[in-house]
């Protein structure tokens, strides 16, 4: 069997050949940080769904019995937060801090869902709600600084320039290209 690779020179391959890697790469970026907003999503559902099983509840009782179960001193300063919080939350705030989570976490799982497919209106929002909270987390950074807070406003400011990027790539993109996703 003849090899009919040969005939072709190596830079006729290469022009032929489309370049991949920057866009892969693109991609997984863009699927990592879709991932991370299903995972916030997931969570903050989770939490509503937890705060809807308070519902008709002792909630003073209930974080009394956490406070015990993890072995915290009830008289001291943060549990002692818990216990004024837990004891002044009522039945019509429980269900407005839950709907408020299914409503966060609708977004989050909705955005998730077009970054995985890299429609250009998730890529936005992303970039939007990433870059709304960047303000605060450098004024508490400054105020107060933690390692956490220091690793949270890194993440935050990584997700909105990964999605500033895919943007301008996006528009740098000439419309037939094929790699380019339509946004339906």
């Not at 916030?40 to 939490?47: C, D, I, P, S």
């Amino acid at each position: 069997m003849a090899d009919f690779s040969s005939n072709t020179n190596t830079s006729e391959r290469a022009a032929a050949r489309p370049e991949h890697p920057p866009v892969i790469a693109r991609s997984k970026a863009i699927r990592a940080v879709a991932f991370f907003e299903a995972l916030k999503g997931v969570a903050v559902l989770l939490a509503g769904s937890g705060l809807l099983s308070l519902v008709h509840r002792d909630i003073y009782a209930f974080a009394a019995t956490l406070i015990e179960h993890a072995h915290l001193n009830p008289a001291s300063r943060y549990p002692q937060i818990f216990l004024d919080a837990a004891s002044k939350l009522s039945d019509t705030r429980l269900l407005l801090l839950a709907v408020g989570a299914a409503v966060y976490s609708l977004v989050r799982l909705i955005e998730a869902y077009g970054l995985f497919f890299e429609r250009s209106w998730a890529e936005v929002l992303a970039a939007f709600s990433g870059a709304i909270y960047v303000p605060f987390e450098i004024y508490e950074l400054v105020r107060r600084p933690t390692w956490h807070g220091a690793a949270l406003l890194i993440l935050n400011v990584a997700v909105v320039a990964i999605m500033v990027r895919a943007l301008g790539q996006r528009r740098r993109l000439p419309p037939g290209r094929p790699n380019r996703r339509s946004d339906h």
